[in-house]
């Protein structure tokens, strides 16, 4: 159990602090559930935190298993080569969570009363580990397995975070998400194997079988809606304290693609376990529908930066800070080049 590592390593950190304590600061304790961060190790908090998060893992890893794995066989450990699946959208997933992961490990760890370094080790392992967790399934399950792609970007995006934070004491580049809702095809689609098979399906149906529905899915799974944002902070990287630029505006570099309806190419089965010759097969049109790559460039907001003084209000900015606002942006498609939208998210 990742956080449950976690909340062992942080009740580690208390023995650690008998011996060593320049880990935390040395004031008074603000209350339990004040937002107000704790500038020696509250222990109390840490307890509270280890627990709900030990809680809530155990919850996701069971709700995710039966979402997810339990319809496909288990086998033995194995490792698989996915690079190029999905147009790349599923590693900037993993380069995106496992540096929010590592972000919000690091206000929690500070709310607790770790001192900044501390607490910046300590999202950086968060993110390795909720990450490689999730690895592990894959690399026992039928249907995936463990990928060192995945690895790469969940140490990159965990990395970034921890990079800026022992170098710059803040983070100038923030990873973001975004999604805008497509809508599918519901033209008939009939398998092109076994010729004449008049079990049809939709596009429409394929995506909801796919991805799902729903907000959630619309952000954390569905790679034709997905972006993935580079937010940069122009201003933290000058030295001028009266710039003009403004302090919370960004500029955001992004990725996303549409037309993604199987890892790979655009033929599926029906049945991901059929291992038989009349496996029923279904194709997508691709010259109708290509596999597309978009990058973007837009402005952005950086919550954290923005002057609130209400406690309350900067943590929500401050978890709230995965989401790219709506801005102007320029678009290039891989099919239909630049085009510029006033508004997009």
């Known amino acids: 159990m990742a956080l449950f590592k976690i909340w062992c390593f ?18 008074a304790h ?3 559930l004040s937002l107000t961060p704790a500038d020696t190790l509250h222990k109390g908090r840490l307890w509270l ?10 919850a996701t890893m069971v709700g995710l298993y039966h979402a997810w794995y339990a319809d496909f066989p288990i086998t033995k450990f194995h490792t698989i080569n996915d690079n190029r699946e999905w147009n790349q959208m599923d590693k900037m997933g993993h380069w995106l ?3 929010q992961e590592a972000r919000w490990t690091y206000g929690a760890s500070r709310w607790m009363g770790f001192k900044p370094t501390a607490s910046a080790w300590m999202g950086f392992a968060a993110g390795e580990l909720i990450q490689t ?7 026992f399950s039928a249907q995936w397995g463990w990928s060192w792609g995945d690895v790469a970007l969940n140490t990159l995006g965990s990395g970034l975070f921890l990079g800026q934070q022992l170098k710059w004491k803040e983070q100038r580049i923030v990873m973001k998400m975004s999604a805008w809702p497509v809508k599918y095809s519901d033209e008939k689609l009939y398998p092109v194997w076994p010729v004449g098979n008049t079990q049809y399906t939709t596009m429409s149906d394929r995506a909801k079988e796919l991805y799902g529905t729903g907000p959630l899915n619309l952000f954390l799974k569905n790679y034709n809606t997905l972006v993935v944002w580079a937010s940069v902070n122009p201003r933290s990287f000058s030295h001028r304290e009266d710039g003009w630029w403004p302090r919370w505006l960004n500029v955001a570099v992004g990725m996303g693609a549409d037309n993604l309806f199987e890892g790979f190419g655009y033929t599926w089965q029906a049945d991901k376990t059929c291992a038989t010759g009349d496996c029923i097969t279904y ?17 952005d907001l950086d919550l954290t930066r923005i002057p609130v003084k209400n406690r309350f209000l900067r943590s929500l900015l401050y978890t709230a800070n995965i989401i790219k606002i709506p801005a102007p942006t320029l678009e290039w498609h891989q099919q239909n080049g630049l085009r510029f939208r006033p508004i997009w998210f």
Do not use: C, H, W
């Open 10 to 27: 942080l009740v580690a950190m208390i023995a650690i602090s008998g011996k060593n304590d320049q880990l935390f600061a040395q004031t």
């Open 97 to 99: 969570m496992s540096y």
């Open 30 to 32: 603000p209350p339990l």
């Open 133 to 139: 967790s999730f690895e592990v399934f894959d690399g």
């Open 283 to 299: 194709q997508v049109d691709k010259q109708r529908f290509p596999r597309s790559r978009q990058l973007y460039l837009s402005l």
């Open 49 to 58: 935190m280890g627990t709900t998060a030990a809680a809530g893992y155990s």
